[in-house]
């Protein structure tokens, strides 16, 4: 299985602030990396599919990154509705796998 | 509006059975697989299983095989997870996904459900 590994597990950040979140995969999955938003009881959202495309109606300030075994998620300018957990998870193969996430508090 | 709706989560004791349904709108469900992913307790997601667009192929995590079964209704558009022989593990967040393809290489989950819990306990 082709485990995901997130950094960090999680970051204090304030509003407006540029953060940058990685992901590591145990192997190649060339582009096929898929990034989630989860808010404490609510469903998952997905953000950046094929690791850089924004899915429809996602703001711009989220973009994506990364080929090969690394990739990064960035919010240009925290916004208060962006604290939450992010989640990356690979698309190369079954099982899909999914890291271990970064949860996103405020300062 | 695309729209799944999990149901059929609850408290089971260790060794019982559950059978989670998801009733989903808004889009041509027989188009899509779609699969189940839940959420243990102070843990991050878990991909459990999958099924294809037609049912005839199904894919299960090592952690279920064997003891969950996912099927799905095109009539109903309604897809189900039997889950047997459960353990206190297998407490979580169950997720209901629509996939954005067919279930192959570069799919995404894009729209969830709210979830349904199941607790596992005597």
């Known amino acids: 299985d082709i485990q995901m590994t997130q950094s960090p597990s999680s970051l204090s950040a304030s509003v407006g602030d540029r953060v940058t979140f990685t992901c590591r995969a145990s192997q190649s999955i060339d582009t096929f990396l898929n990034w989630y938003q989860q808010k404490p009881g609510k469903a998952p959202k997905l953000l950046i599919h094929?690791?850089?495309s924004l899915q429809s109606g996602v703001p711009s300030r989220f973009s994506g990154s990364g080929s090969g075994t690394d990739f990064t998620l960035t919010i240009s300018s925290l916004q208060p509705e962006d604290f939450a957990s992010y989640y990356c998870?690979?698309?190369?193969?079954?099982?899909?796998?999914f890291g271990g996430g970064t949860k996103v508090e405020i300062k | 509006e695309v729209q799944v709706l999990e149901s059929g989560g609850g408290l089971v004791q260790p060794g019982g059975s559950l059978r989670l349904s998801c009733a989903a709108s808004?889009?041509?469900?027989?188009?899509?697989?779609m699969s189940w992913v839940r959420r243990a307790p102070g843990k991050g997601l878990e991909w459990v299983s999958a099924?294809?667009?037609?049912?005839?192929?199904?894919y299960y995590a090592d952690s279920v095989k064997g003891r969950f079964t996912i099927s799905r209704d095109n009539s109903k558009n309604t897809l189900y997870l039997q889950m047997n022989s459960l353990t206190a593990e297998d407490t979580a967040v169950y997720y209901c996904?629509?996939?954005?393809?067919?279930?192959?290489?570069?799919?995404?989950?894009?729209?969830w459900g709210q979830g349904t819990l199941v607790t596992v306990s005597s």
């Open positions: 094929d690791a850089s």
């Open positions: 996904a629509k996939v954005s393809g067919r279930w192959s290489r570069g799919d995404s989950f894009d729209y």
């Open positions: 808004g889009f041509t469900f027989n188009s899509y697989a």
């Open positions: 099924i294809s667009r037609s049912g005839s192929n199904t």
């Open positions: 998870q690979q698309s190369y193969t079954t099982p899909r796998t």
